[in-house]
């Protein structure tokens, strides 16, 4: 990985006043954990902070374990996992959801932090970097059952 250490270490020696974040994303099975694990470690010898952000929408549910490719406790390797196993199967969540969710982690006010982004709903990443406009107005169930 001494490549990418060189373009990581030039990122966060920019100095632009911009919270930085990393994101890795790609198609399942491709390596993006161990991937995310590598970087972690990085940051952590040029003194950052990291967390990593689950942004997949399947990731999120309590027991989706078996075909989401989902981390296990073990190849956590001790490392700070957020937006997994936090909601019931049962329970409705959407990109607005989990865009709230994700500004309320306390980590991100932090100094030297940076969040790797992982995993896979390019939505969900897209809730997370832009200034997105959400609705205010509720999902209409009845229209949604009429067009089903």
Known sequence: MPETNTLLKTFLDTPEKQKKIIVIYGPTASG???LAVEVENFLKTCGYTPHII??????????FDIGTGKVSHE????I???????????????MIDF???VDALSFWWGENIVPILCWGTWLYIDAVLYDMDFPENPPDWEYRNELE
Do not use: V
Not at 54 to 63: K, L, M, N, T, V
Not at 75 to 78: A, D, I, R, T, V
Not at 80 to 94: F, G, N, T
């Open 32 to 34: 993006k954990s161990a």
């Open 54 to 63: 689950s942004a997949d929408c399947r990731q999120i549910y309590r027991g």
């Open 75 to 78: 190849e956590m390797w001790g």
């Open 80 to 94: 700070s996992h957020h937006m997994l196993d936090c909601i019931e199967p049962s329970e409705k969540y959407s």
């Open 99 to 101: 865009r709230r969710d």
